[in-house]
């Protein structure tokens, strides 16, 4: 598969901007063509430790599986490219340095709620990418539409409970701990450092394959009106460091 010929995602269940931005990143909708090869050259193997997915050996691979088949044909999924534009502003968006991928998934738009997920490339870690990342994908989904937002009622984040730096990312950007859902995902056998370290039932069809325990997180509607936006807004102005 070439792919300089597959086209950036219009199926999304609402509407997204061209771009998404603070002082430091934007986010862009992501395009095989221009961002696939970059993100999968960024990415390493501890990248994609703590997912169900992944990694991928090639650009084509990463398109076919994740792009094609996981987040393009379904419309509560959304996949962004961070760019990041902190070394010199005035760089052409199109030559700024890759710096994750970031997006929307189990979104509904009936009831007004998503999940986000965020993905930094190993040179851009605890810097100021994942907590711009997060808060551009909060701004968005949680503010009013007159603030040019979606005004939707919640966003969840899951992760690995093995993933203690996603859930203190999740928490100090403003979400709320929920709870453990156990047994929420089969884990590959490479990545079994990540599972929940028990053993299936017998008979169990994939008795092989251990499986992962998830946290899960949210911040919302009013939970961003007392205090979430004021936070994010610190945050991602550099007022306030993580």
Sequence with gaps: MNVSTVAKDENFCFPIPDILET????????EPSLHAEDLIQGLDESSWLHVPVGPYSSADEFVERFWNERIRPNAGSYLFVALDKSSNIHIDPVNRPVAGMAGYVNTDA????????????PRFRHTHVASHTV?????????????G?????????????NNTASVRLATKMGMKM????????????HKAGASNARIARKGD??????????VSLAICWDDWEEEGKELVEKIVEGRMNL
Excluded: H
């Excluded at 002082?23 to 992501?30: Q, T, V």
């Excluded at 808060?135 to 949680?142: E, I, K, Q, T």
């Design 23 to 30: 002082g430091k990143l934007e986010l862009i909708p992501f």
């Design 110 to 121: 009936e009831n007004l709620c998503t999940e986000i997920f965020v993905f930094v490339l």
């Design 135 to 147: 808060g551009l994908l909060l701004r968005y989904a949680l503010n009013s539409l007159n603030e």
């Design 149 to 161: 937002g979606l005004c939707l009622r919640r966003v969840q984040w899951s992760a690995d409970v």
């Design 178 to 189: 929920e709870g453990v859902r156990r047994w929420t995902a089969i884990v590959p056998m």
């Design 205 to 214: 069809p994939r008795r092989e394959c251990p499986g992962r325990d998830s």
